[in-house]
T-cell receptor
Framework: EAAVTQSPRNKVAVTGGKVTLSCNQT?????MYWYRQDTGHGLRLIHY???????EKGDIPDGYKASRPSQENFSLILELATPSQTSVYFC???????????FGPGTRLLVL | QQKVQQSPESLIVPEGGMASLNCTSS?????YFWWYRQHSGKSPKMLM?????GEKEEGRFTVHLNKASLHTSLHIRDSQPSDSALYLC???????????FGTGTRLQVLP
């Protein structure tokens, strides 16, 4: 099974601070995704990537940036964190179009 | 924006019973559906996928798809307490990497 890891697993940040969430996959998947999961909203796509150097906006990109420096790594950056960004963030990877997505264990972010 | 609606929001079934979960897409261009299962405190894991009209069975799990109505359903027979989880439906259009998830059905199987 695909191996996707995330760090940190838990994070407490202050309003206005910068937060970087990291994701690593070791299965040479082309596509990587960042989602947030909130009660009542399910999983919502923030940013995704087709490969190293590419990032695309998802359905809720405002307040987030993404970076894909290599095939294996995909980061989510909150330049100015706000309490509304308190959530559980999942990274996922997939081989190609309409392929199964493999999720990391999640990062629980609390913005005070 | 494409929406994926799931029903019911929550479902309680007795051990050994049948659980039936529903999912409909509002986007007439979708042609691929997934069902993911997420146990409490864990990450989602793909359970089954379907893109052809009809039925697909894997063990105790059966998925139906009606492409005309963009409706898929997941049926779990002989439900076990270990099946208690959040079940997420997802849909995508052809030739795209983007997937839209529903808000999920929370299933509880009582021993």
């Amino acid at each position: 099974e695909a191996a996707v890891t995330q760090s940190p697993r838990n994070k407490v940040a202050v309003t206005g601070g910068k937060v970087t969430l990291s994701c690593n996959q070791t299965n040479n998947h082309n596509n990587m995704y960042w989602y947030r999961q909130d009660t009542g909203h399910g999983l919502r796509l923030i940013h995704y990537s087709y490969g190293a150097g590419s990032t695309e906006k998802g359905d809720i990109p405002d307040g987030y940036k993404a970076s894909r420096p290599s095939q294996e790594n995909f980061s989510l950056i909150l330049e100015l964190a706000t309490p509304s960004q308190t959530s559980v963030y999942f990274c996922a990877s997939g081989l190609g179009n309409q392929d199964t997505q493999y999720f990391g264990p999640g990062t629980r972010l609390l913005v005070l | 924006q494409q929406k994926v609606q799931q029903s019911p929001e929550s479902l309680i079934v007795p051990e050994g019973g049948m659980a039936s979960l529903n999912c409909t897409s509002s986007d007439r261009n979708v042609d691929y559906f997934w069902w993911y299962r997420q146990h409490s405190g864990k990450s989602p894991k793909m359970l089954m996928s379907i893109f052809s009209n009809g039925e697909k069975e894997e063990g105790r799990f059966t998925v139906h798809l009606n492409k005309a109505s963009l409706h898929t359903s997941l049926h779990i027979r002989d439900s076990q307490p270990s099946d208690s989880a959040l079940y997420l439906c997802a849909a995508s259009r052809p030739n795209t990497n983007k997937v839209v998830f529903g808000t999920g059905t929370r299933l509880q199987v009582l021993p």
